[in-house]
């Protein structure tokens, strides 16, 4: 459903055209979306007039794609992209047309087209034009190529990955002959600038319907052949199938994104590099490493403290706050909802580490030693006997601060009441002494930090 100002707006400029004799058409995803009762975001449409006949109805244009045919009409408030009729040909880069030709008859124009979905124009008085089958293929839940698929993948070689992408975000089908022609042409995604199939990605990873998405992109071998570095195969992505079955239940992108990789076995280090590698922005990188480094601090607590050794909640207790204090209460709350996210077996409430799936599914053997299985040390421990996300909740909320801004201390106080030069030795001791505060050992006042720091310093008497 479009909003009604929208719809108005473009039933205006549909009309314009129309009174000057031009034939023209809503065209397109809008088409598709009203078929299928989705919201529909924006309405193109496609028209017998040619660009500069188009710019001559209009007042307000915007000349966005003069050599293929593209004006943006300017109407009440909404942006509407007008298209003449063209047919493509002589895709060299498997991207773009290097020829483009302006024709009179809609179903050449729809032809061209990626998938008969996409291949259906609607006209002011309702009819639906739709040569090409794209009811009855939404009907029956498919994708399907308009035409030979061989063919429409090697004009523009990202359709594959939007193949996938509608097949995720629709819950749809993908025809036999249109998977046939992907993977005859997957190698072709090598052609792709990176950024633009970092673009389908995340629709497919933050659509309603990742876990299938995913499972797609692991069938169709696409990934690899691209530009930007993939260093999974499709083993890998089928183990990391098990662990990313709750990926859907998150709302927050940055943990869709941390959960996967958590799932592929990535460090916090290599997380934040394969990203920038995939020129995702800084913002998810820095959002995405500090969970996984959350993790990281707290795989080594549970690693590092015996289960029922005296003093070991404890313990446990001062490490996940300091793990808060590293990484941030954000990336720590983050790491915490990620948990609820893995099946029950992969994270059990005592570890908070994600256990391998079944080597059915490619995993090393659950049996094997803890340095053979990434992200989970053997610490033995059974659930009951380690904290519960609940428990480390309840821990990060007592916590009087969590962050140095906080420390009612400055470093000029520290370095004037030590008598010290500022130095390294500064940013280390200030760090103490938040842990010290936010663990409660210590009030969060000045004089008593810096009696603590005092006491801290071995060159004080």
Not at 115 to 141: H, K, W
Not at 291 to 312: C, F, I, N, Q, Y
Not at 330 to 354: D, F, K, R
Not at 359 to 387: E, F, M
Request: glycine share 10%.
């Amino acid at each position: 459903m479009a909003p009604s100002g929208m719809v108005a707006a473009g039933n205006l400029v549909l009309e314009g055209l129309l009174e000057q004799g031009y034939e023209a058409y809503f065209v397109g995803g809008c088409v598709r979306d009203e078929l299928l009762g989705r919201p529909v975001h924006d309405m193109d449409l496609t028209t017998s007039a040619r660009p500069e006949e188009v710019m001559g109805i209009f007042p307000r244009c915007v000349p966005t794609g003069l050599a293929h045919g593209t004006i943006t009409v300017l109407q009440d408030g909404w942006s509407f992209e007008v298209t003449t009729y063209r047919t493509e040909s002589g895709y060299a880069d498997h991207r773009r047309p290097e020829q483009v030709l302006f024709v009179s008859d809609v179903k050449e124009d729809l032809r061209r087209r990626d998938f008969t979905i996409n291949a259906m124009c609607r006209g002011l008085d309702g009819a639906v034009v739709d040569p090409y089958g794209g009811q009855e293929d939404s009907e029956r839940r498919l994708i399907r190529c308009v035409g030979d698929a061989e063919a429409r993948f090697g004009e523009d070689a990202l359709r594959m990955l939007r193949c996938v992408r509608f097949a995720s975000v629709l819950d749809f089908s993908i025809a036999k002959n249109t998977w046939r022609g992907l993977l005859r042409q997957r190698d072709k995604l090598a052609h792709i600038a990176v950024e633009r199939v970092r673009a389908e990605l995340e629709r497919i990873v933050l659509g309603p319907h990742p876990q299938r998405g995913l499972g797609l992109v692991a069938r169709s071998g696409l990934l690899p052949r691209g530009k930007a570095p993939f260093p999974w195969t499709g083993s890998d992505m089928a183990a990391a199938a098990a662990l990313t079955a709750g990926i859907g239940d998150l709302e927050d992108a940055h943990l869709r994104w941390a959960l996967l990789l958590h799932a592929l076995k990535q460090t916090a280090s290599e997380a934040g590099e394969l990203l920038r590698a995939w020129t995702f922005p800084g913002a998810t990188r820095s959002a995405v490493a500090g969970v996984l480094r959350v993790r990281e601090g707290w795989d080594s607590a549970l690693a590092s403290v015996p289960p029922g050794s005296p003093g070991g909640t404890e313990a446990l207790r001062r490490r996940w706050i300091a793990a808060v204090l590293a990484c941030g209460q954000s990336a720590a709350e983050g790491w915490l909802t990620l948990l609820a996210a893995l099946p029950q077996a992969a994270a059990p409430c005592a570890a908070g580490v994600a256990q391998p799936p079944a080597p059915a599914l490619g995993a090393p053997d659950a049996g094997a030693p803890a340095a053979q299985r990434p992200n989970a040390p053997d610490t033995g421990a059974p659930a009951a006997q380690r904290p519960t996300p609940a428990l480390l909740r309840s821990w990060t909320a007592e916590m009087p601060l969590h962050t140095l801004a906080e420390l009612a201390v400055t470093g000029n106080e520290l370095a004037g009441a030590l008598n010290k030069r500022p130095g390294p030795w500064l940013g280390e001791r200030l760090q103490q002494l938040l842990l010290a505060a936010a663990a409660g050992d210590i009030p969060n006042d000045n004089q008593s930090l810096l009696q603590e720091a005092k006491r801290m310093d071995p060159n004080e008497p």
